[in-house]
């Protein structure tokens, strides 16, 4: 990897850099762009789908989808992050799809892992989340998308609204209304 790159693995990175040296075809600026960037497309996609192999899946075809595509990414106002993300709400709401046209419920608690069935707050945890996704699934489909960007995938509200092309106010709006409804259904 060229020393550019090792510095872009800052939290300062120059995004721009790497995408387009990406877009050239350097493997270590998509290795880049890949690392920074995974964490937070797998906790946004773990939001949305109740099982990790599903999660996982999905993850693996968005960046596929990057990769093939990343040559057809122009600057045009949004940041990379934000192509990101609509490539992975758009793979989400295709698997989801896919899922509902096949009628099969998932158990709640099927996809926990019990690899640890001596740390009680690892589960419990585990659990709680499981618990609040499932009380997601009822929440009207903007605020869902909401929540999955801001909590899911930790994006601001400003990089929330430009993922769906609403104004960051409408965010904060879908926002409180979901997280009332929310505790509504899990009485907190």
Request: no cysteine; proline share 4%.
């Amino acid at each position: 990897m060229s020393p550019s790159l090792d510095e872009e693995l800052s939290p300062q990175f120059d995004e721009r850099v790497v995408v387009e040296a990406a877009q050239k075809g350097d493997a270590d600026a998509l290795g880049v762009l890949y690392e920074y960037y995974f964490p937070r497309v797998h906790r946004f996609v773990s939001v949305r789908v109740f099982r990790q192999e599903d999660a996982e899946d999905i993850v693996n075809e968005i960046f596929m989808r990057v990769v093939s595509s990343i040559d057809r990414f122009r600057w045009e106002g949004a940041p990379f992050g934000t192509w990101i993300f609509r490539i992975a709400r758009n793979e989400v709401v295709n698997h989801i799809r896919r899922s509902s046209r096949q009628l099969q419920k998932e158990p709640l608690f099927d996809s926990i892992p019990d690899a640890k069935s001596d740390h009680v707050g690892d589960l419990e945890k585990e659990e709680a989340f499981e618990y609040i996704r499932a009380a997601s699934a009822n929440l009207p489909e903007a605020q869902r998308d909401v929540i999955a960007l801001r909590f899911g995938a930790d994006l601001t509200v400003a990089e929330t609204a430009k993922v769906l092309g609403k104004t960051e106010n409408n965010v904060k709006v879908l926002q409180h209304k979901a997280i009332v409804r929310l505790r509504e259904m899990v009485n907190l």
